[in-house]
């Protein structure tokens, strides 16, 4: 059975930073595409960043390019976030998602285990 936990999630001055990591078990994690995603209260679950299964091929949205970073690490089965210079409107629960293995770009709908998530909460 495939699980996800998140960590690092917390309280952030804005310009702060966080990194949020993930660890994947009961899956052969190298051959997946993981991702990143956010859900803010009161608003749909969005995306925030994917990395192909090597590691390199990345994917950010707009808002937190130049910002965040995703990586992983296949010998610890732990995909990571580095989020910098945060915003209090990134204040959200992040997620972590599993997406299918060995493909590349990856539709958000194709991710197909998630996190409990992890809050963050930036403050202004």
Not at 51 to 70: A, P
Not at 82 to 106: D, H
Request: glycine fraction near 10%; aromatic fraction near 12%.
């Amino acid at each position: 059975q495939v699980q996800l936990v998140e960590s690092g999630g917390g309280l952030v001055q804005a310009g702060g930073s966080l990194r949020l990591s993930c660890v994947v078990s009961g899956r052969t994690f190298y051959i997946y595409t993981v991702g990143w995603f956010r859900q803010a209260p009161g608003k749909e679950r969005e995306f925030v960043a994917a990395i192909s299964e090597s590691g390199e091929r990345t994917n950010l949205t707009d808002s937190v390019k130049g910002r965040f970073t995703i990586s992983r690490d296949n010998t610890k089965n732990t995909m990571y976030l580095q989020m910098n210079a945060l915003k209090p409107e990134e204040t959200a629960i992040y997620y972590c998602a599993l997406g299918p293995s060995f493909r590349w770009p990856v539709a958000h709908r194709d991710y197909t285990d998630w996190g409990q998530g992890t809050q963050v909460t930036v403050s202004s």
